[in-house]
C-alpha cells in the first residue's frame, strides 16, 4: 500500500544477501555430513521461526526461510551448481525491489492501507516455533536424502504454509489455506498448459501479465483476506514457474507437480494442528 522509502529497500536486499550468503556457508561447509546438515538446518529454521512469533520483521525472516528451503538441498545434489543459487537470489530481490519503484513512480496512487488488527499474544512462542520446525523437518530430511530438485516447489509451500500458520486464528481459516494453496498451484499448472500451446516470449509475458493483474484485483477489492491471497499467488508461480524450468512435459507431469503440491498445504495443517493441539 505505499511506496517503500530507500533504506527499506535495501534493508530488504542487505536481508537476502545475508541470508543465502549464511545458508550457502553452512550448506557448503556441511555437505559432505548431510545428517550434521540437517540438525543444523533444523537449528536456523526454529530460530526464523522463532524471531517470527516475537515480533521480528516478517519479511527478512520469509527470507532466510526460503534460502533454508532451497540452498541446502542444491548443496546435497548439485554442490558444483549451489553457489549459483545465492547469486541468483540476490538478483531477484534487487529486480522485485527496483520493479516495485517503477510501479510506484508510474502509479503513484495507493488504497490507504488496512488497519491492522491487535495482535493477538501468540501463546508460548517456543511451543509453536518448534511445532513449525517438527513439521518442515521430516520434509527437508526427504529432500537431504533423495534429493529431488525438480519436487523443491513442495519443500518451498510447506515452508510457506508453515510460516503463515496463525494459531490464533481458527481451524477454518487453516483449511482455507489449503485450499488457496492447492488452487494458486492448479492455476499456474493451467497457466503453464496455456503456455506450451503458443510457447513465446510474448505469451509468457502476457500470462505472467494476466496473473498477477487478476490476483492484484482480488487484493484490491479485499474480498477475501490479503494474506490468503498472497498464498496463492505465491503458489501460482512457483508452479507456473518451476513447470517452466522443468522444460516441455505433458498434462500428467503437470497434474503430478499439482498434486504433491496440495498435498504438501495438506500435510503441514495437519501435522500442525496436530502438534498444537
Known sequence: PMRPPLKLCLVIIASMVLASLLTLVVSVLLRDTPSALWVAVGILFLATFLAMLRGAPGLPCMLMLICLAAIPVVAIASPANVSKLPEMLDKSIVIAVIMTLAMHAIFPRTLPPERPPVPAKIPEPVAIALAATCVVMPVMLVFLLYSPTSAL??????????????PTHSRRDAWVRVVANAGGGSLGAAAHWLLMANASLTML???SFLLAFFMGTLMVKRTWKVSTLVLANNGCFVIFSSAIAAGPSSGGAALERVIYFSLAGLFVTVATLLLIA
Open 153 to 166: 516447489p513442495v519443500m518451498i509451500a510447506t515452508v510457506l504454509l508453515t510460516s503463515h500458520f496463525d
Open 205 to 207: 509475458a502476457l500470462i
